[in-house]
């Protein structure tokens, strides 16, 4: 069964830093592109970075760019998102995402989500 | 940035109704279209890709169509556990964008 799984959220205050952790199980972890999605409380999806299979090609969007920085290792299965300079504005549950190995973009498999809090 | 405009933003319809929701993209995406359920406190499920394509699992009453900068998502009957707030997302460029969302309710 596919899996993925995140971990590290927590309560930061503004300024500071946090890093997100997703394994995923259940696959061929290098096979597949990974991304990460925030949903602030009550609104929608945001799509905030997309790393390759071999981790060759890197994508943010403008809100996190030069902020965050996303990673892999994929002798662990395991996709990072080390957020520095957090803002309030970056409260969200974070979601891992699997892209469809032939069509990136297609986020077909999702982790449970973990809540960052940016508070003072 | 390519936007995504859904609509409605909520609706409520009764158990048996045909529900649509409409996806416009601010340019040509061509078939690039996905839709998601969320149901509350829970993470995103991927219904359809492609914009018509349906994802091995998903029930036969959910339909998707459209190309270029219109697209519909169909519930053909709407059943208590389709409650949810679904999204439409673009993958024709980055950043993948996603619409606001329609929240579905039963009347």
């Known amino acids: 069964e596919v899996q993925v799984a995140e971990s590290g959220g927590g309560l930061v205050k503004p300024g500071e830093s946090l890093r997100l952790s997703c394994v995923g199980s259940g696959f061929s972890f290098s096979e597949h592109s990974m991304n990460w999605v925030r949903q602030a409380p009550g609104k929608g999806l945001e799509w905030v970075s997309s790393i390759s299979g071999s981790g060759s090609y890197i994508y943010y969007a403008d809100s996190v760019k030069g902020r965050f920085t996303i990673s892999r290792d994929n002798a662990r299965n395991s996709l990072y998102l080390q957020m520095n300079s957090l803002r309030a504005e970056d409260t969200a549950v974070y979601f891992c995402a699997r892209d469809l190995p032939v069509a990136a973009g297609i986020f077909d498999s999702w982790g449970q989500g973990t809540l960052v809090t940016v508070s003072s | 940035d390519i936007q995504m405009t859904q609509s409605p933003s909520s609706l409520s319809a009764s158990v048996g109704d045909r529900v649509t929701i409409t996806c416009q993209a601010s340019q040509d995406i061509d078939i690039y279209l996905n839709w998601y359920q969320q149901k509350p406190g829970k993470a995103p499920n991927l219904l359809i890709y492609?914009?018509?394509n349906s994802e091995p699992g998903v029930p036969s009453r959910f339909s998707g169509s459209g190309s270029g900068t219109d697209f519909t998502f169909t519930i053909n009957g709407l059943l208590p556990e389709d409650i949810a707030t679904y999204y439409c997302?673009?993958?024709?460029?980055?950043?993948?964008?996603f619409g606001q969302g329609t929240k579905v309710e039963i009347k």
């Open positions: 492609g914009g018509s």
């Open positions: 997302q673009q993958y024709d460029d980055l950043p993948r964008t």
